[in-house]
């Protein structure tokens, strides 16, 4: 008889199997703790202790991507060195020598191979294109989905089908299902300008669910609220689990964020929004405060100005085509100006260019030194004044390439086609094997 299993989620994308009574099996993506993005974005509802000291005797943590709010090294160091972590078998896997530097075992999952991790229990990753990953778990009672914010493209989701199918096990289904992007991050002339409503989101998740097969839809990877006074404006156009009921529209059964989810007899309890237990006021207030001072009293030097006018000239020949005006970055109380045809970054009026993107010093000093500056799209404190009609696309698109410089892909011809390789091999003709028959 198979231990009674349960599927629970925690934090924000922190998503735990375990045994009824027992310890973890497994956990993913832990943000349990703190904040991220410079001190943004901060969890609806947090782990207490107990829940944290059952959390660090978890035998097996897998981290599905480099997004601080998916692989959060304070919520890591809070878990400790006794799990085993890990990472999709991604092009760029600097985190595998982050880990070793501060003492974690750590190791790469091979892609696309079922690895045992208990009795009847298995795990298989899907890296993506996007430098993300998938990971399906299967258990003797269901089949788990965990898209988190992949997006996976077409011929993976129909690979994924094929394979839900042939397993004829009840599905779980959890992805994102709110803006984590610049979506709404626009304004012009008159206005502010949105990409995409709440509606089109919820969405994106039903038909997803429907390609997918899908039993049950668990919320997920979506439960964080912006709390910087630069960032305030944007809980207002998160996708909200009401949004979610009031659009939903597929055959998977909606259940409940923060839910403990049986997989025998697909029973559930959760926690009521009234027990969330959010940051508490004085600490959020003292923390933020403390970063958003901090941003005013850094200082723009000449090597942050190189470090941006490197990543910007990386792909200057589109920029010539797509911002002939070129555009600004406004830092603080200093704007530059890329001019994309001479390819240079200097200080100038305001009003130059396309558009102009307001960025805090310190983040963009810190994002041009961690060479994350794909992050800032991120944040919700980044902010796109449009001077003219313009495809916001476009400019959505600039932060989008951001993400193939720092994940190195252009460091050569090597490693760009290494990246190429990668992604048609995880895509395209893709072939998932059946898991072995249970065991037990």
Sequence with gaps: MPAALELRTMGHASLVLAEKGSHPILLTDPWLVGSVYWRSWWLQHYPNEAELDWLARSETVYVTHEHPDHFHMPSIRRLGTGPRYLFPELAERGF???????????????????????????????????????????????????????KPLPPVLKAIRRLVDRVGKPTVMACSYSPASLINSFSGEHGNLHLKTPAQYVDY???????????????????????????????????????????????????????????????????????????????????????????????????????????????????????RRGFVFALGERRFKYAPWRGT??????????????????????????????????????RVRLHRAIDVRKVYGMFVLFAVDDYRHLAGAKAFWHWIRTGIRHSVGLKLPAPAPDRG
């Design 96 to 150: 595998l020598a982050h880990m070793a530097q501060h003492g974690f075992r750590a190791e790469i999952l091979p892609a696309l191979t079922w690895r045992p991790i208990g009795d009847g229990l298995s795990i298989l990753s899907i890296p993506a294109w996007n430098d993300d990953s998938l990971l399906l778990i299967e258990t003797p009672g269901a089949l788990i989905l965990n898209l988190n914010d992949a």
């Design 205 to 323: 998740v039903c038909r997803t669910c429907d390609r997918l097969g899908a039993d049950y839809y668990v919320p997920f990877a979506s439960q964080a609220e912006f709390r910087r006074d630069d960032s305030l404006w944007a809980n207002e156009y998160r996708t909200t689990y009401q949004d979610l009921e009031r659009y939903w529209r597929c055959r998977a059964r909606l259940l409940p964020p923060y839910v403990t989810l049986d997989l025998q007899d697909f029973s559930h309890s959760a926690v009521p929004p009234d027990r969330y237990r959010g940051a508490l006021p004085a600490t959020l207030a003292r923390l933020t405060q403390v970063r958003e001072t901090a941003e005013r009293d850094a200082i723009i030097d000449d090597d942050d100005v190189a470090g941006l006018r490197r990543k910007l000239n990386a792909f200057r020949l589109l920029w010539m085509l797509l911002f």
């Design 345 to 382: 970054l200097e200080e100038a009026d305001a009003d130059a260019g396309d558009f102009v993107v307001t960025v805090p010093k310190l983040a963009m000093k810190e994002a041009i030194r961690n060479n994350h500056v794909s992050d800032l799209g991120i944040t919700m404190f980044v």
